[in-house]
């Protein structure tokens, strides 16, 4: 017999990564609340889109978006890729 131990007592919970707490997806369609056209993380930060322990941020296509941005430092999806390239604007890796 003896008592049940104290690990297989408590509830099991869920696992959070602290790696995804430092990244981020921003949608297409929430670029509208940025102020200019450049898009990188100190203007997403600006904005309110991320928060200050975000490090890594990738646009994915979700939206629509009608100005030319150019997003530098951010990684891209193809389909985001496409659709800001089509409205006019420019994706740079620095």
């Given amino acids: 017999g003896g008592q049940m131990p104290l ?3 408590l509830p099991k919970v869920g696992f959070r990564s602290r790696k995804a707490l ?3 997806e921003i949608r ?3 670029l509208h609340r940025l102020e200019g056209t450049e898009v990188d993380l100190a203007s997403l930060r600006a904005a309110g889109l ?3 322990a975000v ?3 990738k646009l994915i296509k979700s939206g629509e978006i009608d100005r030319a941005y150019r997003v ?3 990684r891209v999806s193809a389909g985001a890729r496409a659709a800001i ?3 006019g604007g420019s994706v740079s890796d620095s």
């Fill in 22 to 24: 430092r990244k981020d």
């Fill in 85 to 87: 390239e089509a409205a």
């Fill in 50 to 52: 991320i928060t200050g």
């Fill in 55 to 57: 490090s890594a941020v």
């Fill in 72 to 74: 530098k430092g951010l």
């Fill in 7 to 9: 690990q297989r007592r």
């Fill in 28 to 30: 297409l369609g929430e």
